[in-house]
């Protein structure tokens, strides 16, 4: 995650993509953190990166949204 960001949130089809609905939180070392309780199943999800959608380089996959984006995708079982 880009250490040189301001603000970082997570959005995707569990919180109908609210650019707000999860911040994220910077540590002390730079690094970004949240935890989302999610229902199983598959998930699309992005990284809002100072308000810059951006793919997880580490998605489980790649899936694409109803536009034809690529988002990332997360199972859960």
Do not use: C
Not at 13 to 37: C, E, I, Y
Not at 52 to 62: E, F, L, M
Not at 69 to 74: N, R, S
């Amino acid at each position: 995650m880009d250490t040189k960001a301001k603000k970082v949130s997570v959005i995707g089809d569990f919180n109908d993509w609210t650019p707000n609905a999860h911040p994220m939180k910077r540590h002390v070392d730079g690094s970004w953190n949240l935890q989302v309780p999610l229902s199983p199943g598959h998930h699309h999800y992005l990284f809002l990166i100072d308000d810059k959608p951006t793919i997880d380089p580490r998605a489980q996959g790649i899936a694409r949204n109803e536009k034809g984006e690529k988002v990332g995708l997360l199972a859960i079982s």
